[in-house]
């Protein structure tokens, strides 16, 4: 049973440490808005998906402030 618990902690912790350009890649759009301030819920790859969640409530869709400042200062690294 420990060694089944270790095994999973392990795969959590090597899947969470993955690459951030992967997850920064996935996650272009936040809905930002009163409820959920800035950056808000960044977890739509695309426009249409963020406008639909944010559709009949005063949320609107914005660029993931991770995704726009990684890709801008990619070469100066």
Same mark, same amino acid.
């Given at each position: *049973?420990? @060694?089944?618990?270790?095994?999973?902690?392990?795969?959590?912790? !090597? %899947?969470?440490?993955?690459?951030? %350009?992967?997850?920064?890649?996935?996650?272009? /759009? #936040?809905?930002?808005? &009163? !409820?959920?301030? /800035?950056?808000?819920? #960044?977890?739509?790859?695309?426009?249409?998906? #963020? *406008?639909? %969640?944010?559709?009949? %409530?005063?949320?609107? #869709?914005?660029v993931n402030p991770r995704y726009a /400042?990684? @890709? &801008?200062? @990619?070469?100066? @690294?």
């Amino acid at each position: *049973m420990h @060694r089944l618990l270790l095994a999973a902690a392990s795969l959590a912790l !090597v %899947t969470g440490l993955g690459s951030p %350009t992967a997850a920064v890649a996935q996650d272009r /759009y #936040c809905l930002q808005g &009163r !409820v959920w301030g /800035y950056p808000g819920n #960044c977890q739509f790859a695309s426009y249409a998906q #963020c *406008m639909a %969640t944010a559709s009949g %409530t005063h949320a609107y #869709c914005g660029v993931n402030p991770r995704y726009a /400042y990684a @890709r &801008r200062y @990619r070469g100066y @690294r």
